[in-house]
């Protein structure tokens, strides 16, 4: 990937948490358009609004914003990323699946926009807040077991990254990460608490749903009514908006944990 360093750096994001990474590390003056999901995680009302890396009708809209650069991030549809590369300007893709791979577009992006020692703060600041509820979780006795899913039919777990989340957060991601999951899969697992993440859904995900399933009925989460909503892009966004995920999953495990602790 290649930018003309002569020309003034003109982004177009394609993914909230591009956007999201921009804003954080004081780079939002280089974005010239961003998605309609984007104002969910920055203070980007103002800007155009486009398509995103899984759905763009259209490429012109792009083309009329002039970028030097377009930024996209997971996930991606094959049709709409073979129409950004026949485009005359560069397509930097993400595809982060960990919290290092995630701290490493952080720092890509610092670098690009040259402001590579505020990214490098960005990075520090969320180690920091992981690594204070990492502390406060090994207090527990044992870990609790957690379903987080990311899409209901099918039924897919959610990214890597939040297994990783979860597990800071004292918890232990009891199916594949990332993975289409069967309901046979999580009755085996057996899960204390169920968490509702679905992906472009806000908080709109149905608890009422999966206690509506036949097969789960003596899934413990099940039973003991513990299945909950977080904010999709609080867990989804692979850029700041994690932070504030992973405290509303602290807040889920503590709540169990403490629960279980008392029964």
């Not at 358009?33 to 809209?61: F, I, N, Q, R």
């Amino acid at each position: 990937m290649k930018v003309n360093p002569r020309l003034p750096l003109r982004i177009v994001s394609l993914a909230p948490s591009v956007t999201s990474i921009l804003c954080a590390i004081g780079a939002k003056h280089a974005l010239v358009g961003v998605t309609k999901w984007c104002a969910d995680v920055s203070p980007v009302d103002k800007l155009p609004t486009l398509g995103d890396c899984w759905h763009m009708e259209s490429v012109d809209e792009i083309l009329r914003l002039k970028p030097t650069l377009m930024v996209g991030s997971v996930p991606y549809k094959q049709e709409t990323v073979a129409k950004l590369l026949e485009q005359p300007f560069p397509f930097l893709a993400m595809n982060p699946r960990t919290l290092a791979d995630i701290e490493a577009d952080i720092r890509l992006l610092g670098g690009i926009t040259q402001r590579a020692a505020a990214a490098e703060h960005l990075a520090w600041k969320m180690r920091q807040e992981f690594s204070g509820i990492e502390k406060k979780s090994r207090r527990w006795k044992r870990r609790v077991r957690v379903y987080c899913e990311a899409w209901p039919n099918p039924r897919i777990s959610s990214p890597p990254w939040v297994a990783e989340l979860v597990n800071i957060s004292g918890g232990e991601m009891v199916v594949p990460a990332g993975e289409k999951i069967t309901e046979a899969q999580v009755v085996a697992a057996r899960p204390e608490v169920i968490v509702l993440a679905w992906a472009a859904t806000g908080t709109k995900a149905d608890p009422k749903q999966a206690y509506k399933v036949t097969a789960w009925k003596d899934v413990p989460a099940i039973r003991n009514r513990n299945v909950f909503v977080i904010s999709d892009e609080l867990l989804n966004t692979p850029g700041p908006p994690l932070v504030e995920g992973i405290r509303e999953l602290h807040k889920l495990c503590h709540f169990v944990n403490r629960k279980r602790e008392q029964a």
